[in-house]
Every structure is written in structure tokens, then in C-alpha cells.
């Protein structure tokens, strides 16, 4: 079967962190480069949060006054998605170091097993407060956007999706969108530069 082959190839190749792998239960049961993705793709979604919103200014003119709406919209959403887009990049920053150890370090067995478990407390904050803060944020703009009459049926019932933050948490949704791409491109080319650096390094070794 191909499972007990990959398995053989595993222990045959004597690569460590693969056998550590096969050999170690864990909670999030995905590869790092999966994580890694999934931590860039959230990053990228915070494009749609600014100019969801923007599209429906008159609506928000009609449920908060046309004054928050004449201005920057800078409803309490935004600043949740804008802080799980930070919390999201620092947790793939990590990730990536940790396929970088993974690949170049010398690791025994009980180091691979740590890295994993290392990786699922990286991943469990990805997780939560990072991409599920940023898909909160996506998901209230995508309300308004796609359910108008919804949003608005909800401010009938007190709960105002367009609350603006004060102070700090004041935070314009272009500066979340901006923010989150920027961050997304940064987190790539990371990630790009050590499969860049790994690969070279295993043509190397195979020269050798």
C-alpha cells in the first residue's frame, strides 16, 4: 500500500523530522507549508474588508449617521480583523522558521517531536485570536455587502455591525486591507527565500 511505502521510504531516508512526523499524534493533522498557505491566504482576504464596506457608505450613512459615513469608516471590525491579520503574520513568520529548522537543522528524535508540538501551539494561534478574527472581520463586511436588508434588520434588534471604535480602536478599514496585503506579501517572499534556501542546500548535499 502506498501509506506503508511512504513509511518504509520515511525510515529508509533517515530523515528525522518525516519519522518524528509518522510517529507523533497531532492536532492540527496538516503539513507546515499547509499552515504556512492558509496563514497568507487569510492575510490576503483582508483586500475585501475596505472596499465591501466603502461600497455600502450610504448604508451605514442610514444606520450610524451621515456623518460617520461622510467621513473615514472606521467601524470596531475592522480594527478585530486588523489585529487578527498581525497576530495571523507573526504566527507564519514562525511557521516559516520552523520549516527552515525542520529542513536544515540536525534534529533527533525527540527535538523533531518538540518542533511538532511546537507547531500546533503556533497554529492554535493562528487560529484563534489570528484567522478567526480576521474572517470575523470579512464576514460582518461581506453581510453588509451581500445582505443589506439583513444588516439592517439587525440594527432593529440593537446589534449595530458598523459600530465605530473610539480612540485607539478607531481604525480606518483601508488601513486594515493595506496593512493585511502588505503583511501577506512579506510573509511569501519569507517563505519564498527559505524554499530558496533549502532547495539549494539539498543540491548541495546531493553534489556531494
Do not use: N
Request: aromatic residues 8%.
Amino acid at each position: 500500500m502506498a501509506g506503508d511505502r511512504d513509511i518504509r521510504e520515511a525510515v529508509l531516508s533517515g530523515d528525522t523530522y518525516t519519522r518524528a512526523k509518522l510517529s507523533t499524534r497531532q492536532v492540527f493533522p496538516i503539513s507546515l507549508p499547509w499552515r504556512i498557505r492558509a496563514c497568507i491566504l487569510t492575510l490576503l482576504v483582508t483586500a475585501f474588508v475596505a472596499p465591501a464596506t466603502g461600497a455600502r457608505r450610504h448604508l451605514i450613512g442610514s444606520l450610524e449617521g451621515e456623518v460617520v459615513a461622510g467621513g473615514a469608516l472606521e467601524p470596531a471590525f475592522a480594527l478585530i480583523a486588523l489585529a487578527g491579520a498581525l497576530v495571523t503574520f507573526v504566527a507564519g513568520v514562525f511557521l516559516v522558521g520552523l520549516q527552515y529548522w525542520a529542513a536544515t537543522g540536525e534534529l533527533t528524535l525527540e527535538e523533531a517531536k518538540r518542533l511538532l508540538w511546537i507547531e500546533d501551539a503556533a497554529t492554535l494561534l493562528a487560529l484563534s485570536p489570528g484567522i478567526s478574527f480576521v474572517w470575523i472581520g470579512v464576514g460582518l463586511s461581506a453581510l453588509g455587502l451581500l445582505a443589506p436588508k439583513l444588516a439592517a434588520g439587525l440594527y432593529t434588534r440593537g446589534v449595530r455591525i458598523y459600530m465605530t471604535g473610539s480612540g485607539v480602536a478607531a481604525v480606518d478599514v483601508w488601513y486594515t486591507s493595506v496593512i493585511g496585503i502588505g503583511l501577506a506579501v512579506v510573509l511569501t517572499s519569507m517563505w519564498w527565500e527559505v524554499r530558496g534556501a533549502v532547495a539549494a542546500r539539498d543540491v548541495l548535499s546531493k553534489a556531494k
